[in-house]
């Protein structure tokens, strides 16, 4: 593309995101672009555009030679790699919000921007306002970076804010999201923490130069947590979000999952509410940054879609440096957490996998226990999403080393102070 070429977008998709930019795009007349067609997928829905924009056809933005753009924005993610391979392939830029076609075909998509030198952009996938995949590109683009931990479904945090704070139950909560326009199409993708490990391997990609499949990554969604949780959050001066975590290890490995853990009050994470995320960036020298934003909606999902629109004017692509330039990095599935686990029925918890156990508690209808677990037992077994148990990371969850810690144990067995 020449510098400053015009821009003539084929929009794929008129939800919540494809209308937003729409809007957006006729308030921004210096970009320079133009919608010239969109994409839908039902000719009878009433538009807020000129009906002669819309068509069903893919192939006529496709193959459209004027079009140099294409954006998908669809929540079919099947669909949306049919489009998007298409789209590279008949030598057009991409831009991109579909953070599960992206996640679940990012080797192909890599290899396929390699091959035709498209440039495929997706701000918008990962924490939708906030800039922080080009900020881990660009800014981030050395060795130092120790950890990410981050809140990065908007969905979720805004149905455990409202139970939270307002007293609100699951089922209100999620209805509220699904009105507002911060829940996918299909709940369960929030809920059971699909968004979440699907934006989390985009970012391990662009943070350490990681490629796994989001099914290499251990998570869970909110859908568990039951209200005694939350009053023992409550009692500890606490909260209960969903965190995604890496962690660079000793081993030079990286520690990466997506669960539910318990902030402390202090805890950056602890100020992003509602539909916000938030992203907390550790590094050699620098310590802790924080990043702070909408995670989803209209605007402002559609402002990163812009954002990326315009990058495309001066021929921006992801260099991918962590992956490309750097040695990768591997996920590490030698490390430690320690987890709180409430449940009715003590006989459905295997107490034999913990390596040891910190805390008892036994309620009338509910008890929990604090214990440090390998992360292997939870990432290869399902018995702590069944029976009604609820997991939730302790606030700083991972160990990395329990030599010492069972050596003494072994000691004190063999003095006969503990068996
Ligand atoms: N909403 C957010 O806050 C948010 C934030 C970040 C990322 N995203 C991502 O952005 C994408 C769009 O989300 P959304 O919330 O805008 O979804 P949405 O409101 O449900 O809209 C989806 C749009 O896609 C169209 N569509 C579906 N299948 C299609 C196909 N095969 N060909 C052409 N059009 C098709 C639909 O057409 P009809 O109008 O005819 O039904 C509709 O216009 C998703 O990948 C989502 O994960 C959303």
Known sequence: METHKKIT?????????????????????????????ICIKNHEKKRNAPASLFTTDKNELLNDR?????????????????????ALNNRKEVVSASKKMLAEHLPELL???????????????????????RNLE??????????????VNGSTNFILTKIFEEGLSFRQALTLAQQAG???SNPVLDIEGFDAVNKWALLLTHAYGITEHPSAILFSGISNIHAEDAFVAQSKNQQIKLVAQAQKLKNGKVAAFVLPQFVKQEDHLSFVKNEYNGVEIESGF???????????????TASAVLSDISALRYHYHYEYKKLYHHQPH???????????????DLDVVPREKFEWIEEWHSGEERKYLVGVISYDELKNNNWWKEHKISLILTPDPVIEDITIRKLKKKSLELAGIFS
């Open 111 to 133: 290899d396929l921007q390699k091959r035709t030198g498209q440039s495929l952009l997706y701000e918008a996938a990962v924490c939708a306002s906030i800039p922080v995949i």
């Open 330 to 344: 591997e996920l590490s599935n030698d490390f430690y957490l320690r987890v709180f686990i409430s449940f009715e």
């Open 66 to 86: 004027d079009i140099n753009v294409i954006v998908e924005v669809i929540d079919d993610a099947d669909a949306a790699f049919d489009i998007v391979t298409t």
């Open 138 to 151: 660009e800014y981030y683009d050395n060795d130092l970076l120790h950890s990410i931990r981050a809140i």
């Open 286 to 300: 620098a310590d802790k940054q924080f990043f702070y934003g909408k995670g989803a909606g209209s605007f402002p």
């Open 182 to 184: 911060f829940a996918e």
């Open 9 to 37: 977008i084929g929009l794929f998709g008129f939800g919540v995101v494809g209308e937003g930019l729409y809007k957006i795009l006729q308030q921004t007349p210096s970009l320079n672009a133009t919608v010239k067609k």
